[in-house]
């Protein structure tokens, strides 16, 4: 059984860092053939993506995110992992990781949340 398990989320001030991981078990060694990705889910709003990195290293970033996060897998340890800088208010959502076997088959985690306040 897959599970993906994210955590660092909480309740931080404008201006502050927060590093979110993501533990997946159960996919044995193809976990490094897979994309995975973090996507945010603001209250109210529909789900959105985040970063993702490519099982050979590609990166992208939403333009909101651009410049003060940074994406990065461990495919030995098989974690993902985004360091969030500079926080602003408007980052606030639920944040879930996401592994893709392909595009019609996605792995998620139960999400954890991230609350900006000014």
């Known amino acids: 059984q897959v599970q993906l398990v994210e955590s660092g989320g909480g309740s931080v001030q404008a201006g502050d860092s927060l590093r979110l991981s993501c533990a997946v078990s159960g996919i044995g060694r193809m976990f490094e053939f897979y994309a995975v990705a973090w996507y945010r889910q603001p209250e109210g709003k529909q789900r959105e993506l985040v970063a993702s990195?490519?099982?050979?290293?590609?990166?992208r970033y939403t333009e909101d995110v651009k410049g003060r996060s940074t994406i990065s897998r461990d495919n030995a340890k098989k974690t993902v992992t985004l360091q969030m800088n500079s926080l602003k208010v408007e980052d606030s959502a639920v944040y879930y990781c996401?592994?893709?076997?392909?595009?019609?088959?996605?792995?998620w985690g139960q999400g954890t949340q991230v609350t900006v306040a000014l």
């Open positions: 990195i490519t099982n050979n290293g590609r990166i």
């Open positions: 996401n592994v893709a076997v392909n595009v019609n088959y996605t792995y």
